[in-house]
């Protein structure tokens, strides 16, 4: 695929969720979301979902993106929202209902310390024009990944420690996006609701055949 992660298209004609404009001026993005930080420290946030709740713990070491999706929820942007693309064993992704809803782009928090292990919450974006890997300002996904042993997990002893390959190892991930997507935070408890979700039949651009609708509110 060209892009690896990508934003649906589809849209809310049949029903809508009025919130108020969020759009940033791309300069003054990470200002606005400083400030925001400052006075919003929520670390806490549930997706729930016909099949369970999903409980993440934001990252404080990502303020932007811990930041800017508190900002989302506590404006309303997540509470008719669905997953829209469903891979397997590696991820699900949901965000807006529409396409390019807020065109500013968070700038990237990337670490090699914050991989993307079984149960990480990462950002999606472009790959296309967007050279700094900055971050959607809606779109996120959560990883199911796989265990990584034998041979696999030679090759990856070229670009992670011993501790961080035992993460790879026993509870598995997507190494492969780690150094290109912001990860912010992770599921705390909820991923067998995660797993059953990534298990459901999908048509074309992974798109499941059923719309799997969810809402997100702050702890």
Same mark, same amino acid.
């Given at each position: 695929? /060209? ?41 806490? %946030? ?19 993106? /811990? ?43 990337? #670490? ?23 971050? #959607? ?19 990856? %002893? ?62």
């Amino acid at each position: 695929m /060209r892009v690896l992660l990508i934003f649906a298209c589809i849209s809310c004609c049949f029903w809508s969720c009025k919130t108020e404009n969020l759009e940033i001026p791309q300069d003054q993005v990470a200002q606005v979301l400083t400030e925001y930080g400052k006075t919003n420290p929520e670390t806490e %946030a549930v997706i729930h979902t016909n099949q369970g709740d999903i409980h993440l713990r934001l990252y404080t070491e990502t303020p932007l993106h /811990r930041a800017n999706f508190v900002r989302m929820i506590k404006a309303g942007h997540y509470k008719k929202s669905h997953f829209y693309r469903i891979i397997g064993s590696f991820m699900v992704q949901g965000g807006s209902e529409t396409e390019g809803k807020y065109q500013y782009l968070v700038p990237n928090e990337i #670490s090699p310390e914050r991989l993307h292990k079984y149960g990480a919450l990462a950002m999606a974006h472009f790959d296309e024009g967007n050279p700094n890997n900055n971050s #959607s300002a809606t779109e996120f996904y959560i990883v199911r990944g796989r265990r990584f042993l034998n041979e696999d997990l030679e090759e990856l %002893a070229e670009k992670y420690n011993p501790e961080q390959l035992k993460i790879f190892e026993t509870i598995g991930g997507a190494p492969n996006l780690d150094g290109k997507y912001t990860v912010f935070g992770e599921v705390t408890k909820g991923m067998d609701i995660v797993e059953k979700l990534s298990e459901v039949r999908t048509r074309g651009e992974d798109e499941p055949e059923i719309k799997i609708r969810f809402s997100l509110e702050l702890k």
